[in-house]
């Protein structure tokens, strides 16, 4: 430790060599001279001026704090200030500094240790060349019951006689003798006023004026009982920081915060939660935020030296109740913890709004309490009480400042365990949404999936596959793979997903849907404008889309740089169709995709994967495809059971590419739930497509839907003869749907218009979207094809 004496402005009376090896300025340079040359700031006073204000309204202070070095390093110390008093009410300040920015060996940072020791108190002393006391702190007269009246002007041997006051007298000598610092360490016991003995230890050191010389020699006296006690706190913390922080589940670090807390300097504590750093949704509380209404919270920790806490009423997880103008609600506005030493349930009036808590603290013995807020930065994150019941010693501030040190090394493994929740939460809330909740087939096919993520942790990652109903009874089947895996590559598939869906309700070719998805990754990839400097995110993936038609049973399939789909038929013969590879969305190469047409056997089993299923650190792709060959050779299996055996060697293994499975059975539809016809394209057509729709609907024993039917086929089929020039296609099938197609020779789409009061004309496709529960238009070959649904319900 270095000392220096100040007066009451501030200026520097006296200095040590201490203080000159710590701060570089020997005695001659900082006598009469203001301690602000060596402190850079005033903790959080403006001025010297007034942080000596500061200092004497609170009889002192301690904390930690920066001094600037002669060769201009600032150093990070802890600094304490004492108020000694002389005669005639005179004061002075005794500031001793210890250098917290070097490396301890010992339990806990600098600053906890210091903010621990300077809770001891300390006796101060300082005498004169003739070893008279010139100064005293209050704190002596507490250590050895001598009062300042009867030590001021007095030696040491005239207050207190014996050999060992002549013992520490000659120490003083050989240090005003020597300038320096000594340390005497003697085991004696002083009776103190209350009666009682302690061991001490004292320090001296040198004080010097401004010509270096001998002035006076101050002693510094502690309680070696109080040091001790900050020993043990220091070890306690240690054990924290070794035993805190293992886990990222919140529950179970609350509730090693209360087993670390029982009985190492608490009866029984609890630890509650806002309930949001429990669920990982929400916003969270910040501190001084706190209105009329209280945050919920939760228990997540309870200890107790009594087995099974008879002191709580409520356990773990259980919604725990505040009266509101209990201490706790001003924990949480100030963020500030609470003290109570003496804690009386009879006299305390908040206590008697909670009659369950006030019957537990009072069966059980509750004298002692500490209420510290639970927080990291201004985010409030609970609330730690600790409280004594059967040791009879109150809490103090030293117990106070240990538990917030406690509280504030476990709030930083919580609020790890918080955030870690708060991402797990919203990654499993993301895939949960980006991923289909239910597939659906419709009438065409059977289906079943499976997806392992690369990030077991987050259960997300790039890969994705949809299953999308699309008009005439048929579906979209799609498998993609983004480039990475986690959180990024999870937000890319989403969009990817996205545009799948929006590509395919436009009833586009698998081909040329590509094409376009292949426009829309490539754009993803572009820098941002507003952000020039930034790197632009890796961007690309993979995909297969294919489209099944239960009616004519051909899957018409087109991939961009993803291995082919397998096709088992109905005997188990596996075969992988030759489909062009094409590249990969978004490289940039200008390549067309190709689409491959193929008829299916009703009941052949289609496997849409990514390549995480066949390509392993082990095997490669050919042996990973026949080991899913064979893993789905068994026709006679359910499609879950399939997928299980396919994906069965994966679990349990640290994979390193997300696994994705769609299994297909194909359907189709029998030839009476399907009727075509081909009309002219004549003034004819209309009426004989209303009379073959009505006489096909009561074949079906769908009477009701007649009249809409007829409505939309007129007006579908009017379109059709006005704007095509060849022939005209009629088409119902009977699925889930009812679906009325008209197919002609036009390429160009139709859209709704919005027909004015006196037009004669715009209001045919209206009346078809208020008739039908969708409807649309889809591309083919030499034409295009309207479309309109309508619920079999209604015609029932």
């Not at 010693?393 to 476990?410: C, G, H, I, K, Y």
């Not at 789409?749 to 209001?763: F, H, I, K, L, Y």
Request: proline content about 6%.
């Amino acid at each position: 430790m270095a000392f220096a004496l100040l007066d009451e402005r501030g200026t520097v009376v006296a200095w040590t060599q201490a203080a000159e090896r710590l701060v570089g300025y020997s005695a001659g340079d900082m006598v009469g001279r203001s301690a602000a040359l060596v402190l850079p700031s005033f903790g959080d006073a403006p001025s010297m001026s007034v942080f000596v204000e500061q200092c004497r309204a609170r009889n002192g202070w301690s904390g930690a704090m920066a001094v600037r070095h002669r060769d201009g390093r600032v150093l990070d110390i802890n600094l304490r200030i004492s108020m000694v008093q002389g005669r005639d009410g005179a004061v002075r300040w005794l500031a001793s500094v210890t250098d917290i920015g070097v490396p301890s060996g010992e339990a806990g940072s600098g600053s906890v240790r210091g903010s621990l020791l300077d809770c001891a108190p300390i006796g101060v002393v300082v005498r004169d060349l003739e070893l008279r006391c010139t100064w005293v702190n209050d704190v002596m007269e507490g250590h050895d019951g001598i009062s300042p009246g009867r030590r001021l002007g007095s030696r040491l041997t005239d207050a207190w006689s014996g050999v060992e006051a002549e013992t520490v007298e000659a120490v003083m000598r050989q240090v005003l003798r020597s300038g320096s610092t000594k340390v005497h360490e003697y085991r004696t016991w002083l009776p103190t006023s209350l009666g009682q003995e302690h061991p001490f230890a004292a320090s001296f050191s040198c004080l010097q004026g401004a010509d270096g010389q001998a002035l006076e020699v101050c002693t510094i006296s502690v309680d070696v009982t109080e040091s001790r006690r900050a020993r043990e706190r220091l070890a306690i913390l240690s054990e924290v920081g070794t035993r805190l922080g293992r886990t990222l589940d919140v529950m179970q670090t609350g509730q090693e915060l209360a087993d670390l807390a029982v009985p190492l300097f608490a009866d029984f504590v609890t630890v509650d939660l806002e309930q949001s750093v429990l669920c990982g949704e929400g916003a969270p509380v910040r501190v001084g935020a706190v209105g009329e209404r209280l945050p919920v919270f939760r228990r997540a920790g309870l200890a107790s030296i009594r087995p099974g806490a008879p002191e709580s009423a409520w356990m773990g997880g259980e919604v725990v109740p505040r009266p509101p103008d209990a201490p706790f609600f001003e924990v949480l506005r100030t963020g500030r913890s609470y003290l109570e030493p003496f804690f009386d349930t009879v006299a305390s009036s908040w206590i008697d709004q909670d009659s369950i808590r006030a019957q537990k603290m009072r069966e059980n013995g509750l004298h002692s309490v500490m209420l510290v807020p639970i927080r990291v930065r201004r985010v409030l994150l609970g609330v730690a009480v600790f409280m004594r019941t059967e040791n009879p010693v109150p809490f103090q501030m030293a117990d106070l400042l240990l538990a917030e040190e406690f509280v504030s090394r476990a709030a930083v493994s919580l609020d790890n365990a918080r955030q870690y929740t708060r991402e797990q939460t919203t990654a499993l809330a993301l895939q949960r949404n980006l991923l289909p909740h239910r597939l659906r087939g419709g009438t065409a096919i059977e289906v079943a999936s499976r997806y392992l993520p690369a990030d077991i942790d987050r259960g997300v990652g790039g890969d994705w596959f949809d299953v999308i109903p699309l008009s005439g009874a048929r579906v979209a089947l799609v498998v993609g793979d983004v480039v990475g895996h986690g959180l990024n590559a999870a937000a890319t598939m989403g969009r990817l997903r996205t545009a799948v869906r929006t590509l395919a309700d436009m009833e586009l070719p698998p081909d040329e849907l590509l094409a376009h998805l292949d426009d829309t990754v490539q754009r993803l990839a572009e820098p941002d404008a507003d952000a020039p400097d930034e790197i632009p995110a890796v961007v690309g993936a993979t995909c297969l889309y294919a489209v099944y038609d239960p009616v004519t049973r051909k899957c018409t399939m087109a991939a961009a740089g993803h291995p082919p789909p397998a096709i088992i038929d109905p005997q188990g013969q596996v075969t992988f169709p030759d489909l062009p590879t094409g590249a990969p969305l978004g490289i940039g190469l200008v390549i067309p995709f190709e689409a491959v047409e193929l008829e299916l056997p009703e009941g052949s089993l289609l496997a849409l994967y990514t390549d995480g299923l066949i390509e392993t650190r082990e095997d490669d792709i050919e042996e990973g495809m026949h080991r899913l060959g064979t893993a789905l050779a068994q026709p006679g299996r359910s499609l879950e059971d399939l997928c299980t055996r396919a994906i069965e060697p994966f679990h349990g293994q640290a994979e390193c590419d997300d696994v994705t499975l769609l299994l297909v059975r194909t359907r189709s539809l029998s030839p009476t739930q399907v009727a075509s016809w081909t009309l002219p394209s004549d003034r004819t057509a209309v009426r004989r497509a209303r009379n073959l729709a009505a006489c096909q609907l009561a074949e079906w024993g769908l009477e009701g839907l007649e009249d809409a039917t007829k409505l939309i086929v007129s007006e579908l089929v009017t379109n059709a003869v006005r704007h095509s020039s060849g022939p005209i296609g009629l088409r119902l099938i009977q699925h889930q749907v009812l679906t009325v197609e008209v197919s002609d020779t036009d390429v160009c789409s139709p859209r709704m218009r919005s027909a004015r009061t006196m037009d004669e004309n715009g209001r045919g496709l209206y009346l078809v979207a208020q008739l039908s529960r969708r409807w649309g238009c889809r591309p083919v070959p030499g034409g295009k094809v309207v479309w309109a649904e309508a619920d079999l319900a209604q015609g029932r």
